[in-house]
């Protein structure tokens, strides 16, 4: 049987802090889907496509490096999906469900167990069900899985790369002209990588992966704390220690220039930074610079070298599922001139412009640009209404998800039906692309222009809708038919709804009980940070004056903290109730 082509998918998981359930449930249907596709296409009376794909890598950033790491592990393991309307797989079998949707909550992260009145504050909220939802997360069950489309060429392992902010940072130094001998412009780059590969059982060939069988070796350790540090939310969770060869960075480095040919080559940096020893710094969450890290997971498909965005010639892409895609209006400008409103302005600028990254997200919408795509939250309520939240997970900063497991299991679902019309609608190539040259790809499996529908298309009900094409230079003017990458068995095509079962529900959320939580939690952090963080400040005034000014402190700090948050979670409610109506369900 002659070679089949193979096109390869770099996934790359955006930052996503509550949303990371979204991203989980487009994770789902992604691995559902390309299983449905292998077995199909290898079964008798397949009249669709028949090239291979392939997943070489998945990168992830913050909440996103999260659940790339937990959809990594289940990519090797069983994977029962997630249904509308009905109960969820146990959680041995489904660890992005279990993680993200069950495991997390505002209860679990308003704790007080890590404040024992003895160390300083690390975080705002408790970290500790992070550590518990990541020691389950490894506990899948059932045998190891050969998925074919893991890997790439006779390699079948899987790299992650997972970003992280290096606190520390790593030196670099440029010899400047006219700068006089020995002298060099200096700057820290703050950016960083953990990189890794996955395989099961031994490694065959070259360098060693991490063996998906064998989960409790201690070579995991770093695989371990890399992910709970891309999720570390600067302030919000706790930062994490790394310890690692120096020398990784030498071949996964964020700094580097473009060689004769248009590779990418690492810079090293300077001789301040021992790329022999070992590497140890403090972590937080790697979308704090690297939100969408695009261009890791591209350098890794290509080697380095330029993409290819024809249609007709590509060969590989990046597909980033970006919970929140900045389609946000400009807001009213919060500083007033005053240090108060202006602070934290410059702390949301200095995260804002570290993520500016506006040609990679405007490729990614190129629909001439084969080499990006993008999955983002697409919902319609069903009495045709605006809403300003296309996931529940959206409000309050993106933190809104914690607040009911509803929210979370509706952008579950959501993540689920957003990618299975991505991949049937717009994850797409034309014809003329060497792909399809192969047995005679049958009619129906041109792709429709879909953009015209109401509501959900079940399989065949495309048939009246006109074949999309694409305009290549030197074709016909007519354009040509695209065919899908991934092409959906018709079981999978059956339209995936979210019913009245399956909505968030606002009306839920008992303000009551989360308010005695939120002040609890404000009462131990204020009191850790005025009694241990700030102590020798208070001690310098003196035993008297000292006390008097922790307990004016206190009080003051936790009341103002209380009220603004009780205020914020209540505004937060109404929005989301007028967004997700108790007599309304998503449009089919």
Known sequence: MPERPVYEVGLVLAGAISAGCYSAGVMDFLIEALDGYYAARDAPGWDGPTHDVRVPVLAGASAGGMTAGMAALHMFRRLDHVQPAAPPPPEPQNRLYASWVRDIAIERLLETGDLDGTTGLRSVLCSAVLDDI??????????????????????????????????????????????????????????????????????????????????????????????????????????????????????????GRLDADGRFVVIPPDDRYDVKGTARYWAVDGGTIDNEPLEQARRYLTNGYPDE????????????????PNYQALPADPVTGTLATALPGLFSALINQARFKPEELARAHDGSDFSRFIVSPVRQRADGEPVMFPIASGALGGFSGFLHESFRRHDYLLGRRNAQAFL???????????????????????????????????????????????????????????????????????PIEIRKADRARPEDVRQDLLRGDLKRRIEKVVATLVDIDFRKETDDMGVIFGYLARQGAKTFGVGVASRKVDAIVARTITALKADFPAHDTDAP
């Open 309 to 324: 965005p024809a249609g007709d010639r590509a060969r590989r892409s990046v597909v980033l599922i970006a919970p929140f």
């Open 424 to 494: 049937r609608w717009n994850f797409v190539l034309p014809a003329t692309n060497d792909l399809f040259k192969g047995p005679t790809i049958a009619e129906h499996w041109k792709v429709r222009d879909a953009s015209a529908a109401t509501g959900s298309v079940a399989p065949g009900g495309e048939s009246g809708f006109r074949v999309r094409t694409l305009r290549l230079d030197g074709g016909p003017p007519e354009g040509v038919a695209l065919y899908p990458i991934i092409p959906l068995t018709p079981e999978l095509q059956t």
């Open 134 to 255: 990541l020691g389950r997360a490894f506990a899948i069950d059932g045998p190891p899985v050969r998925r074919p489309w893991i890997g790439r060429g006779g390699r079948e392992a899987l790299r992650v790369m997972l970003t992280l902010t290096n606190l520390r940072g790593v030196p670099y130094s440029f010899g400047l002209v006219g700068a006089g001998a020995n002298r060099a412009f200096g700057m820290t780059n703050h950016a960083d990588v953990a990189s890794f590969e996955l395989g099961s059982g031994r490694a065959p060939t070259g360098d060693p992966w991490l063996d998906v069988t064998r989960t409790d070796d201690p070579a995991w350790d770093f695989f371990k704390v890399a992910a709970l540090a891309t999720g570390a939310f600067p302030v919000g969770l706790a930062p994490r220690h790394v310890s690692r060869p120096g020398a990784e960075l030498l071949t996964w480095g964020t700094v």
